[in-house]
């Protein structure tokens, strides 16, 4: 089964961490997309480049910056094809995210 590791960092996640331990954690996040199943993926922008985009009564609504002010948002994703949800919410726990106050969401992928 194919599945989505959607990586979501605490907007303060970085504050205070040295530069030594934020290359080794930036290192982790490279390693993973060596690890098996996995076969693709992509850090994102910062949330303050996003657009968001609407439409009501069919006009076209651009808003700079995210859908929602919260305290953790979608940093990047991993994609896994994994036997099981077992094996790929192991994967999702290597994710620095996990750990530094943020989240991993593990969603299946829909295939054709």
Request: proline share 6%; net charge negative.
């Amino acid at each position: 089964m194919k599945y989505a590791l959607l990586c979501y960092n605490a907007k303060d996640a970085w504050d205070g961490v040295p530069e030594n331990e934020q290359k080794a954690i930036y290192g982790e996040y490279a390693a993973l997309t060596e690890a098996p199943g996995i076969f693709g993926g992509s850090q994102l922008r910062p949330v303050e480049s996003a657009t968001t985009v609407r439409v009501e009564n069919g006009q076209t609504l651009l808003t700079p910056g995210p859908f929602v002010h919260a305290k953790e948002y979608l940093g990047g994703f991993y994609l896994l094809e994994a036997d099981d949800l077992d094996a790929a919410t192991a994967i999702a726990a290597r994710i620095p995210a996990a750990r530094m106050g943020g989240a991993v969401e593990v969603r299946p992928i829909v295939e054709s």
